[in-house]
């Protein structure tokens, strides 16, 4: 999937390091069956660490950390991969390869994913309470 769309895909070309590394964390998320999230934040920290030490090859030390400051704390890796990931997927060249794949492509916001997170703990607590599964 990656090389297909590194080198079918034009708008993949051009785009810097980090997009590049962010979506190949997300397709490597998807290639390795990653389920939960926590598995595919794992991966988007590791590939964010790989590109801080890449900024600082390319910069050095002190302009790295001058460009990243703050930026490079987990919030911003985090705020940065969302954007970047919603812009890989609402792209409908993307999009159209992950649905050819069987894939339903959805970017939401860091609010609409809580949304649906929290809808989705309150409507599975309602089938553990009729269930009368225990909670661990």
Request: aromatic share 10%; glycine share 10%; net charge positive.
């Given at each position: 999937?990656?090389?297909?769309?590194?080198?079918?895909?034009?708008?993949f070309n051009g785009r810097s390091l980090g997009f590049r590394?962010?979506?190949i964390a997300l397709f490597s998320a998807i290639h390795l069956n990653v389920g939960s999230l926590g598995g595919i934040l794992s991966l988007?920290?590791?590939f964010s660490i790989y590109f801080f030490h890449q900024g600082v090859a390319?910069?050095?030390r002190m302009k790295a950390l001058a460009l990243g400051g703050v930026g490079f704390s987990?919030?911003?890796l985090m705020a940065y991969a969302n954007r970047e990931i919603r812009?890989?997927?609402e792209t409908p060249a993307i999009r159209q390869r992950l649905v050819e794949l069987g894939g339903q492509p959805q970017a939401s916001s860091p609010t609409e994913f809580r949304t649906r997170?929290?809808?989705?703990?309150s409507n599975l607590r309602k089938v553990m309470a009729e269930r009368k599964i225990d909670q661990e």
């Amino acid at each position: 999937i990656i090389g297909l769309l590194y080198n079918e895909v034009e708008w993949f070309n051009g785009r810097s390091l980090g997009f590049r590394i962010i979506l190949i964390a997300l397709f490597s998320a998807i290639h390795l069956n990653v389920g939960s999230l926590g598995g595919i934040l794992s991966l988007l920290l590791i590939f964010s660490i790989y590109f801080f030490h890449q900024g600082v090859a390319r910069w050095g030390r002190m302009k790295a950390l001058a460009l990243g400051g703050v930026g490079f704390s987990a919030l911003f890796l985090m705020a940065y991969a969302n954007r970047e990931i919603r812009a890989v997927v609402e792209t409908p060249a993307i999009r159209q390869r992950l649905v050819e794949l069987g894939g339903q492509p959805q970017a939401s916001s860091p609010t609409e994913f809580r949304t649906r997170v929290e809808r989705d703990i309150s409507n599975l607590r309602k089938v553990m309470a009729e269930r009368k599964i225990d909670q661990e």
